[in-house]
């Protein structure tokens, strides 16, 4: 199979009708919710606020505003306001009469104008007849997205990812004449490029400082930090080199200092964490070494008022004193922490804005001391007290990132603030029948609070992601819990100093897999290198095994580019996937072992590769590909990721390989692929495996079958395939309308999740449970379908309507109807054994009723699906279930007739029906 024969073949494909349908019930999981998150914040002359991030609902409705918020003083939705919903907004700024916002955005949809192009920066009007919506005379169009705003009154600096502005080469920053005659001019002069990442900006007079991850810009060279002439073309000045060993982020600036954030440990040589400040008053800015809050993370956003300068991040301590994601700190002398401001986020600030005496912070958490309120709130200056006047809540939809089968349900971790509106902080254990399991709750606390991965051990539950408390214990991205009550137990405590992407167990050890994972601290400022990979002792506290301890790299030996995504043990070997080029033994790094993207690891020593394992996987371009799930099933083991090549063989995104030779069986094949977007990345998102068949999801259209003359069949989104030939099975198909993202299965029944709203024909916001056709569903089936059309979820999907009578097979199935007869037939009353619903009025004691007779599968029978009677006035409400009429009566030994009477006598009008929903059999 070549992918020039691949894409020629793919002009005579074509998707299946939307018509068609799925191939199993469906149970509805309960809705997701995150608190949104805001990643800018800014404020005007006014008072009003604005607010950027990811939400599509504010208080519980989507409209107005929707990722870009305009809040009155008092915290309400603004009136003039006509952003309808933007996505991917960076930072906003304003300036005179106008807001200028900058992001990843490329379209904004209005409420007065619909859908506006106006691709990574818009300015809006704040005053006039326009107030509230865009300049649509101001056109400065990067070619890519924008990072920051600033401004030195006359002139917007921006940067970003863009190499150009207005058709003009601009490398990461330009500046826009937003005062002369044509205000959206690019300045023709100024250009000094930057040869990396810019993260802020701000402007003394005359000069305009840039941090981030450069190592030039302005002509010279220096790392992270510098300052540039506004005018010119831009130079830097020469006579200012500081040294700092880390990226610079955030920038405030007074007249007479410049306050810097980061997560650095090192300036001009003198120990001095994440955060500093540089004096003005000479002709070059002087360190001041005495200033120091010392945070014991990174500072990521900072906000000066007067002598108080308020700080945001990702730390726990500042000045040796607890101060979790947000503090404020004297803004002189040696900087020393305000005693009074305790706000305590339970998640990061992302921005910070002062208003007015008080302080808004935008970020990731949705509680602090005083009022709750998502995503953003407004903090008293003194005190950090939230305040319950300017309170709202942000929210989006909330993702699924593992799953886990415990008894009566599955667990499911990811990242949200709620189920069906309980709150429940990215893990929670769902009932078999798609309900919240009240019993089981372990809130999170963190920068992401995501849960990434899970492994249920016998009643213990162990998971992992990015969290700093888990249950109000300080278990740091890897906690263990009981899988029953969520009890979190907090003396098996670790502290990895980077987000756990993987887990996994053996009788006596927690493995552990990541990206970047270069330390675990094992006593405060104690901390034990590894690589990647590194595992704790079940026993006691999780101790790291200081003997068990492989180097996991990737190009050019570096550890910092590798990552180990997901683990599985195959005997008493682990075998790791993720995205890696050798295996080193950390006491004799001279020799490593070369193993692309999968290997399997020795338990008894340093965790020495097995021999063989030589494949090697690449993408489309011929670069190292990624190994992003593993599934062992059967004996055989099967890898999904991001390549496109096995060794020099096409085999796209699934392969099946020998658990214990790590050889590749050609047999197999499954090559799924989106025929609009071929090279591009990971079209497979999860596996999961039942039986003989395997279930592949993710973003691709089609599957191959190498059957002519189209070898490759729709399947959109999620396919059934052969375990062993990677064969597809035309019999099942559930019709997602997007992207399925994780599957797993419990019991018989499959769990999905992923960005579609309808599956099967049924509208849903979260997880989804396909169960399997019933035994009962599979014998009607039988009883009108040949063998070619039983083989067909064009035929046999419960959905569908065989017939066009308007009656799906379901309900045809209830009533015992036939799906090829279109002709319409009824229960006769008091004998009937098919039919549809027999709905009459009648006299009972001089008043009159609605009934209704037919015929239903038994409770035993496990069907699949239940029939309730229900009875309105009005045809829009359906209040009532009647009262059953004497016993149900036997007709076989599946199927039963039953009689309801209304339980209202009927006047004028009534009118009844018989609602059939899928159960889980």
Known sequence: MTLRSLL?????????????????????????????????????????????????????????????????????????WDIGFVDGVNDLMVSGNFLYVGGSFTTVRTLSAGRINRPYLMRIHLTGANEGKIDTTWVSVPNAPVSRLETDGTSLFISGSFSGVNGTARNRLAKILTGGADPDALDSTWNPGANNTVEDLAFVSPWLYVSGNFSSAGGMS????LRLSTSGNGAGDSAWTPTINRPVGALEASATHLYFGGDFTVVNGAVHRSLGRFSLAGTTPTFDATWKPDPDGEVSSMALSGSTLYIGGVFTRVANTPRRFMAKVNSGGTGGLDGAFVPEPNGSIEDLKVVAGNVVAGGRFNTTVGSASAGY????????????????????????????????????????????GVPRTSIAKILSNGTLDPSFNVPLVGFNRLVSDMKLDGSTLYFCGDFLTAGGAPTQH?????????????????????????????????YIGSAGLR???????????????????????????????????????????????????????????????????PLDISTPYQRVCVAALTTNTWGQPVSGWGDIYFDAVGD????????????????????????????????????????????????????DDPYGSFKVSTLAASGSHLYVGGSFTHVFTGIAPNPFEASPYIARVSASSGMLDYSWYPYPDGPVSRMAFEGQNLWTYGTFTEIGGEFVDGPVIL????????????????????????????????????????????????PKDPRKSYHAAGTGTSGLPLIVRENIGGQFYLTVEYTRWKASANAGAVATPQFSDNLVSWPRNGVQVGNAVSVSSDRERVKFRDSVANGAKGFGRVQILPQTP
């Open 8 to 80: 020629l073949r793919g002009l005579a494909v074509a998707l299946l009708p939307l018509s068609s349908l799925h191939a199993q019930f469906v149970v509805k999981g309960p809705e997701l919710r995150l608190n949104g998150f805001v990643s800018s914040v800014e404020s005007d002359t006014a008072g009003n606020v604005y607010l950027a991030g990811s939400f599509n609902e504010f208080n519980g409705t989507s409209g107005a505003g929707m990722g870009l918020l305009r809040l009155t003083p008092g915290g309400a939705q603004h009136a003039t």
């Open 222 to 225: 220096n790392n992270y930090l």
């Open 377 to 420: 709130a407004m903090m008293s200056g003194t005190s950090g007290s939230a305040l319950p006047a300017f309170a709202g809540t942000i929210t989006t939809e909330g993702q699924i990132y593992s799953m886990q089968p415990v008894s009566g349900g599955m667990i499911i971790g990811g990242v949200f603030d709620s189920v069906n």
């Open 478 to 510: 890897v906690a263990r819990v009981n899988a029953t009550t969520g009890a979190v137990d907090a003396g098996w405590f670790t502290k990895p100093l980077t987000p756990i992407l993987c887990l996994e167990t053996d009788a006596n050890y927690v």
């Open 519 to 585: 330390y675990i601290e094992i006593a405060p400022n104690v901390p034990v290198e590894v690589n990647n990979l590194a595992r704790l002792s079940k026993g006691g506290t999780a101790t790291v095994d200081p003997n068990w301890k492989p180097y996991i790299a990737a190009e050019n030996g570096n550890p910092a580019i590798a990552s180990v995504n997901d683990m599985v043990f195959s005997g008493s070997n682990l075998i790791i996937g993720g995205h890696f080029i050798f295996v080193v033994n």
């Open 624 to 675: 190292v590909g990624t190994i992003s799930r593993l599934l062992l099933h059967n004996g055989a083991l099967y890898v999904a990721g991001d390549f496109q090549f096995v060794n020099n063989n096409e085999y796209y995104y699934v392969a099946k390989l020998n658990p214990v030779t790590g050889a590749q069986d050609l047999a197999f094949d499954v090559s799924p692929l989106d025929y």
């Open 771 to 818: 169960t399997p056709f019933s035994t009962s569903y599979q014998t009607w089936l039988a009883t009108y379908l040949t063998s070619n059309e039983l083989a067909d979820s064009g035929y046999t999907a419960p959905f569908q309507d065989l017939d066009g009578d308007g009656d799906s097979n379901l309900v045809e199935a209830m009533f015992n109807t036939n």
